[in-house]
């Protein structure tokens, strides 16, 4: 069965600075693909980035990153040169193709907070 | 501007009561998913819909109800069999193409209080 572990439940950066989220998935697949969002106090669910697994580039969006290591399971998202506004949950998600539905598989999540 | 909706933002139920949460898209998304979200967890899948006319239960179907008889529209029905059923709740939608970057967008989310 699809896991998803994200063993950070809280994380603090300074404004400016590079900060790492972690998650590590457990899948018998070798066809799927992951997801990070976002989710403010205001609670909408914002998708940031996504990696799947014969990608041979690790993602990129903006300021995102994925640092995508397929052998270790793990799928960590990376941002850079924080801001305030970075501020809120942060979600890895997973989903397996071989079902041929769109399932997505939550960790529990981490909980980002930017200091000026 | 296309995007999901969701009303209310915030419902009281009393015990013994049915509600409906309304879910509405405008992105022309095939699939249609409903999440329910507790403190310190991560969603879980309560109900999805690829079609029209078509659902399928998720992980956490027993209590609630769904019906999709238009593409944009997906309510669900929390009803009093359900036994927990305070939780914030996020509707989600996708093309539902199948294709691997076929990405989940969500709604601002409902929040129920059952007093």
């Known amino acids: 069965a699809q896991k998803i572990t994200q063993t950070q439940p809280g994380m603090f950066v300074q404004e400016k600075e590079a900060v790492t989220l972690d998650c590590t998935y457990d899948?018998?697949?070798?066809?799927?693909?992951l997801f990070w969002y976002k989710q403010p106090s205001s609670g909408e669910m914002i998708f940031l980035i996504y990696q799947g697994s014969y990608d041979e580039q690790n993602a990129t969006e903006g300021r995102y990153s994925l640092n995508f290591q397929k052998a270790r399971k793990s799928a960590n998202l990376v941002i850079s040169a924080s801001q305030l506004g970075d501020s809120a949950m942060y979600f890895c998600?997973?989903?397996?193709?071989?079902?041929?539905?769109?399932?997505?598989?939550f960790g529990t999540g981490t909980r980002l907070l930017v200091s000026p | 501007d296309g995007g999901i909706t969701q009303s209310p933002k915030y419902l009281f139920r009393k015990e013994g009561q049915n509600v409906t949460l309304s879910c509405e898209q405008n992105l022309n998304h095939d699939a249609m998913y409903w999440y329910r979200q507790d403190p310190g967890q991560g969603l879980r899948l309560i109900y999805y819909s690829q079609i029209v006319n078509d659902f399928q239960k998720g992980d956490i179907a027993e209590g609630y109800s769904v019906s999709r008889e238009k593409k944009e529209s997906f309510p669900l029905t929390v009803t009093s069999a359900q036994k927990n059923p305070t939780a914030f709740y996020l509707c989600a939608s996708s093309m539902g193409s199948g294709g691997r970057t076929d990405t989940q967008y969500f709604g601002p989310g409902t929040r129920l209080t059952v007093l």
């Open positions: 998600a997973m989903r397996e193709f071989h079902t041929g539905f769109q399932k997505l598989v």
């Open positions: 899948t018998s697949d070798q066809s799927y693909g």
